[in-house]
C-alpha cells in the first residue's frame, strides 16, 4: 500500500489508463475500456479534469477525488462512487446510482464530504 492510500490522500498513479484521464483523452479511455483493458481508479485524484464523454459504466470510483471536475453529462449509474468527493465539481446531467440521496449529492458537490450509500 502506498504512503497516499494509507492516509487517505488521493492518488496520482503512473498507470497508463489513468493518466488517458489526465491529459484529457476521453475517447482514447473509452476505447481502450469497452478493448477489455483494466480499469483502477479507486481513491485516485481526479480534481480539476474535464472528463466529459467519460464511459462510467462498472468502474469503481470509490474514495476518488472529483474536486472541481466537470463531470456533466457522465453517467455514473452503474459505477460506484461509495466515498467519493464531488466537491465543487460540475454535475448538470450527471445520472447517479439511485441508491444515492439528492442530499448526499448536494452535501459533497457543496461541502466535500464522500459520497456515504448502500450498493
Known sequence: MSEEEKDGRPV????PIYQLLREGKIEEFNRRKAAGEAI?????????LDLRGLDAHGI????????QADLRGIDFTGSNLEGASLHGAKI????????????????SVE????????T
Open 111 to 118: 461541502l466535500g464530504t464522500r459520497l456515504r450509500y448502500r
Open 92 to 107: 448538470s446531467g450527471c445520472y447517479f446510482p439511485p441508491e444515492l440521496r439528492a442530499e448526499e449529492i448536494q452535501m
Open 12 to 15: 496520482i498513479s503512473d498507470d
Open 40 to 48: 483502477q481508479l479507486s481513491g485516485v485524484d481526479l480534481r480539476g
Open 60 to 67: 469503481d470510483f470509490s474514495n476518488t477525488y472529483f474536486r
